[in-house]
């Protein structure tokens, strides 16, 4: 089955510089590849998801890059800020539309 | 209802019993899952339903059972609880159209 691995498991930078939070994948079938990000006590929400068809999407200072040859795909976010602190989780889903997660990545931006 | 709702909100629990946990949509969606959270492991999938009358085990779904009786309610069931199974339990439905699946705010069980 699916297997998602992702790193760093914690990432801390300072506000306003950038942070790149990797994922590789097992399934090579995988075609949807959605990032969630879930604040502390709170529900986890889609931040920006990229299928199999495209390989960067960009929405204001988030972006994610896909490499299907290399089986692995990466959030980028420009000019952290305090309130991007949170934990965020990739995840892959193929034809089953099951989605497997990632362990999570915990983000402390410093002001 | 907007949205996911899950019940209860927390529940402290002794080994042995048996427990629902409580999942209810109003968006119509056709799938529905269980999650697990623990800390280091993300979220795992426990059971799935793609559509009412059906169910589908995920990765951790020993020692829980599901039913999909209508769209709406995605109830998940532990017979006997223990201690492992202390976690908080989301419930999702995913937006066919998009396939962005939508979280429910959650349910912090402990188990005794």
């Known amino acids: 089955g699916e297997n998602v691995e992702q790193h760093p498991s914690t990432l801390s930078v300072q506000e306003g510089d950038s942070a790149v939070i990797k994922c590789t994948y097992s399934d090579s079938a995988s075609n949807y590849f959605p990032w969630y990000k879930q604040e502390l006590g709170k529900r986890p929400q889609l931040i920006i998801d990229i299928r199999s068809n495209v390989g960067e999407k960009k929405d204001q200072r988030i972006a994610v890059t896909l490499n299907k040859t290399a089986k692995h795909f990466s959030l980028h976010i420009t000019e952290t800020q305090p309130e991007d602190s949170a934990v965020y989780f990739c995840?892959?889903?193929?034809?089953?539309?099951?989605?497997?997660f990632g362990t999570g990545t915990r983000l402390q931006v410093f002001p | 209802i907007a949205g996911i709702t899950q019940a209860p909100t927390s529940q402290i629990l002794a080994a042995g019993r048996r427990m629902t946990l409580r999942c209810t949509q109003d968006m119509r969606h056709n799938a529905m899952y269980w999650y697990r959270q623990d800390l280091g492991l993300g979220l795992r999938l426990i059971h799935y339903?793609?559509?009412?009358?059906?169910?589908g085990k995920g990765e951790v779904p020993d020692g829980y059972s599901v039913s999909r009786a209508n769209t709406d309610d995605f109830p998940l069931t532990l017979a006997s609880a223990v201690p492992s199974q202390t976690s908080v339990y989301f419930c999702?439905?995913?937006?066919?159209?998009?396939?962005?699946?939508?979280f429910g705010p959650g349910t912090r069980l402990t188990v005794l």
């Open positions: 339903s793609n559509t009412a009358g059906t169910t």
């Open positions: 995840a892959a889903s193929g034809n089953t539309d099951k989605l497997i």
């Open positions: 999702a439905s995913r937006q066919r159209s998009t396939g962005e699946q939508f």
